[in-house]
């Protein structure tokens, strides 16, 4: 990710996922990556921006939504995601 760094370029993460993938561990797995980021970023003093589409309560721990909302990750539940909910684009 850091490779493509430019100096006052922003990289933002969108994933469409029921998890946020913010678990912490001793080593990678399909539940860390962006963490990993989350971690990676602040070594080299870069924003994280990441965004998660689809977060289900119910596939989530109380850890989790308190590290999302630590790390500042924006996220949009489920449920929320119905097409009558969605904001007009007018």
């Known amino acids: 990710m850091f490779e ?3 100096a006052g370029k922003t ?3 969108i994933n469409f996922d029921a998890h946020f993938d913010l678990r912490e561990a001793p080593i990678a797995t399909s539940g860390t990556p962006f963490l990993q980021s989350a971690m990676l970023c602040q070594q080299h003093q870069r924003p ?3 965004l998660c589409l689809g977060i289900a309560d ?5 850890v ?3 590290t999302a909302n630590s790390l500042g990750c924006q996220y949009i ?3 929320e995601l119905a ?3 969605l ?3 007018n």
Do not use: A, E
Request: aromatic share 20%; proline share 4%; no cysteine.
């Open 4 to 6: 493509h760094y430019q």
């Open 11 to 13: 990289i933002g993460i």
């Open 48 to 50: 994280f921006q990441y």
């Open 58 to 62: 119910h596939g989530n721990t109380k």
């Open 64 to 66: 989790l939504f308190d």
């Open 77 to 79: 539940r489920d449920k």
């Open 83 to 85: 097409y009558s909910k």
């Open 87 to 89: 904001p007009s684009s």
